[in-house]
C-alpha cells in the first residue's frame, strides 16, 4: 500500500516535497523516499511504521515519469543506477 500511494504520489507531482535531485549520482536523477508519502498510505491493516525504501526516477519530457529502481535505503545507489538511463 505504501510504495503504491507514493508512486501515486509521484505520479500526481513529480517534484512534490521530499523528491532530491541527484546530480552526484547522474544527470536528471532522482529520489523519492517513501516515508514522505507514509500519511497519506494508512489502511485499516495499519500503516508501515519505518518505511525504508526510496524510488529512483527521472522526467522524460512533460508528462512521463520513468522509474528505475525502488531500493532499500542502505544500498548504494550508484551501483544500482542504469549504466544508461532509457530516454525516448
Do not use: C, W
Not at 505520479?11 to 507514509?38: A, M, Q, V
Not at 498510505?41 to 511504521?49: K, N
Amino acid at each position: 500500500m505504501l510504495l503504491a500511494q507514493a508512486l501515486r504520489d509521484l505520479s500526481e507531482n513529480p517534484l512534490r516535497p521530499g523528491s532530491l535531485k541527484r546530480p552526484e549520482i547522474g544527470p536528471d536523477l532522482l529520489t523519492y523516499h517513501i516515508s514522505f508519502s507514509k500519511n497519506r498510505s494508512r489502511s485499516t491493516y495499519g500503516a508501515v511504521r519505518t518505511p525504508r525504501h526510496l524510488i529512483l526516477y527521472m522526467l522524460e519530457g512533460d508528462s512521463i515519469l520513468a522509474i528505475l529502481r525502488v531500493l532499500h535505503d542502505g544500498m548504494d545507489i550508484r551501483r544500482h543506477v542504469p549504466t544508461t538511463p532509457r530516454r525516448r
